[in-house]
C-alpha cells in the first residue's frame, strides 16, 4: 500500500503517525516520571545521609565517602532537578492531551 492510500488527516498525518508520535510522548513521559522518583528517592537518602554524619564523626565519614557509600550531593540541586523535572513533565502532559485530542478527532 502506497503512502498516497493511506487515510490522511486534514493535517497531513496518518492517524498511525499520530499514534506513534503519541507512544513516542508516553516514553519521554515516563522517563521524566523516573528522573522525578529517583531525585525524590535521592532526597530521603540525603537526609539520612545527613543524619547518619552527624553520629559517625569525621573520619568514618571518609571511609564511606571515599568508598562511595555516601554521596556529597547538595540536596538544594536535587530539589532543583525535582522542580524542573515537574514543570517538564507538565508540559509533556499537556502537549500529550493535545495529541490525545487529535486521536479523538480522528475517531468520531
Known amino acids: 500500500m502506497s503512502r498516497d492510500a493511506l487515510p ?6 496518518t ?5 506513534l508520535y503519541a507512544d513516542r510522548l508516553s516514553r519521554h513521559a515516563e522517563r521524566l ?4 522518583e529517583g531525585a525524590r528517592m535521592r532526597l530521603g537518602w540525603l ?3 545527613s543524619r547518619a554524619r552527624e553520629q559517625l564523626g569525621v573520619r568514618d565519614c571518609a571511609v ?3 568508598l562511595g557509600v555516601l554521596t556529597s550531593s547538595e540536596e538544594a540541586a536535587e530539589r532543583r532537578l525535582v522542580d524542573r523535572r515537574l514543570r517538564q513533565l507538565e508540559v509533556v ?8 485530542a487529535e486521536l479523538e478527532e480522528l475517531g468520531s
Open 64 to 66: 564511606l565517602e571515599a
Open 33 to 36: 516520571r523516573d528522573d522525578l
Open 8 to 13: 490522511v488527516h486534514h493535517r497531513g498525518m
Open 93 to 100: 502532559e499537556r502537549f500529550q492531551a493535545l495529541v490525545e
Open 47 to 49: 537526609r539520612l545521609e
Open 15 to 19: 492517524r498511525i503517525e499520530i499514534e
